[in-house]
């Protein structure tokens, strides 16, 4: 066998493994946009709360006419 022969296997198993590498790289970017993404919906989902929570504070203390501070 020469080296000729064994060209076209040698090209096809490069061109497979770039696809297969760049599909890797394409699921690992996928992950890691899809946690920033819910990283930053639970961020503003807590600060969200937080200001309800004093929101609620506020409104029992004006009703009550008490002072927890």
């Known amino acids: 066998m020469s080296v000729i022969d064994l060209l ?12 297969v590498t760049a599909l890797f790289s394409k ?12 990283t930053n919906d639970r961020k503003e989902w807590r600060e969200k709360i937080r200001n309800l ?9 004006k009703f009550n006419g008490v002072r927890l501070d």
Request: no cysteine; aromatic share 6%; hydrophobic share 55%.
């Open 27 to 38: 699921m690992v970017l996928d992950k890691k946009i899809r946690i920033e993404n819910i």
């Open 53 to 61: 929570t004093i929101e609620v504070v506020k409104a029992y203390q």
């Open 8 to 19: 076209p296997a040698i090209i096809g198993s490069g061109v497979i493994a770039a696809f």
